[in-house]
């Protein structure tokens, strides 16, 4: 934060989230309203909210209007969050590699391969394996590196987005962004102290990241607007079962 307030940045120390959910956060973005409210329940257009996520907006089509290129960098573990056919340049995308993106929730042969015994029989000569697109997240890092690679493709003036899930479980890279090995399946939530510590080391790596590109920005071009948003907190020692009203200071500060 002191970084950023060195660069004159600005901070918004008391800013809070407006809702528990991306999908309704990244909505709002890029729409520039808030979702109807009926019945004490959000009512949206399903699809108008997910082309607007995916690169189709009113945001993005003034953009447009204004001859901007639009980049992206998704976190390769939500495909409405990923690349799409909306954008004109997809920066770094981890299924160049693996061939698909699907993070948690896997595509459908990944799901019927995890309800037959070929899920237990392949755990147990290597736990690594249906894990592998779990861990294989992307990172700041990662859009930084790949920036540099394909600035020869990047026509000015640009719109470049790039959401990940730092920190966010599971935890893969250590303070310093080392990768960091463990069996995602049977390890991640069962140690708290230890989910912690690993939230905490990621949390140092992606400060370090943003400084990098944060800096590299600057130099790349001194007029660029940079803005860098969070959004809902870590999810430790937080029911989300009660309502609101109900929450512990620390859950709403946190």
Same mark, same amino acid.
């Given at each position: 934060?002191?970084?950023?307030?060195?660069?004159?940045?600005?901070?918004?120390?008391?800013?809070?989230?407006?809702?528990?959910?991306?999908?309704l956060s990244?909505?709002?973005?890029?729409?520039?309203?808030?979702?109807?409210?009926?019945?004490?329940?959000?009512?949206?257009?399903?699809?108008?909210a997910r082309?607007?996520?995916?690169?189709?907006?009113?945001?993005?089509?003034?953009?447009?209007?204004?001859?901007?290129?639009?980049?992206?960098?998704?976190?390769?573990?939500?495909?409405?969050?990923?690349?799409?056919?909306?954008?004109?340049?997809?920066?770094?995308?981890?299924?160049?590699?693996?061939?698909?993106?699907?993070?948690?929730?896997?595509?459908?042969?990944?799901?019927?391969?995890?309800?037959?015994?070929?899920?237990?029989?392949?755990? =147990? +000569? %290597?736990?690594?394996?249906?894990?592998?697109? @779990?861990?294989?997240?992307?990172?700041?890092?990662?859009?930084?590196? *790949? $920036?540099?690679?394909?600035?020869?493709?990047?026509?000015?003036?640009?719109?470049?987005?790039?959401?990940?899930?730092?920190?966010?479980?599971?935890?893969?890279?250590?303070?310093?962004?080392?990768?960091?090995?463990?069996?995602?399946?049977?390890?991640?939530?069962?140690?708290?102290?230890?989910?912690?510590?690993?939230?905490?080391?990621?949390?140092?790596?992606?400060?370090?990241?943003?400084?990098? =590109? +944060? %800096?590299?920005?600057?130099?790349?071009?001194? @007029?660029?607007?940079?803005?860098?948003?969070?959004?809902?907190?870590? *999810? $430790?020692?937080?029911?989300?079962?009660?309502p609101l009203?109900?929450?512990?200071?620390?859950?709403?500060?946190?």
């Amino acid at each position: 934060v002191k970084f950023l307030e060195d660069s004159n940045f600005f901070v918004g120390k008391e800013s809070r989230s407006n809702f528990l959910s991306t999908f309704l956060s990244m909505y709002t973005l890029w729409s520039m309203q808030y979702p109807n409210i009926k019945e004490e329940k959000i009512d949206i257009n399903l699809r108008t909210a997910r082309d607007a996520i995916l690169g189709k907006s009113i945001v993005t089509d003034i953009l447009r209007d204004l001859d901007y290129m639009h980049i992206r960098m998704g976190p390769n573990q939500a495909q409405l969050q990923d690349c799409s056919d909306k954008i004109d340049l997809c920066l770094f995308k981890i299924n160049d590699v693996d061939g698909m993106a699907a993070g948690s929730g896997r595509n459908i042969y990944f799901q019927i391969l995890l309800m037959t015994p070929l899920d237990y029989l392949v755990n =147990f +000569i %290597n736990p690594y394996i249906l894990d592998r697109n @779990e861990v294989l997240k992307s990172n700041i890092g990662n859009a930084y590196k *790949a $920036f540099i690679e394909k600035k020869h493709l990047i026509s000015e003036p640009f719109l470049f987005e790039a959401n990940v899930w730092q920190p966010h479980g599971p935890y893969v890279l250590d303070e310093d962004c080392n990768k960091i090995n463990y069996n995602l399946t049977k390890n991640i939530w069962s140690n708290e102290d230890d989910t912690i510590d690993k939230y905490l080391d990621e949390t140092h790596c992606v400060n370090k990241q943003l400084i990098e =590109f +944060i %800096n590299y920005i600057n130099k790349f071009d001194a @007029e660029a607007i940079i803005i860098i948003h969070s959004d809902h907190g870590h *999810a $430790f020692h937080t029911d989300f079962q009660l309502p609101l009203d109900k929450w512990e200071k620390k859950s709403i500060n946190g």
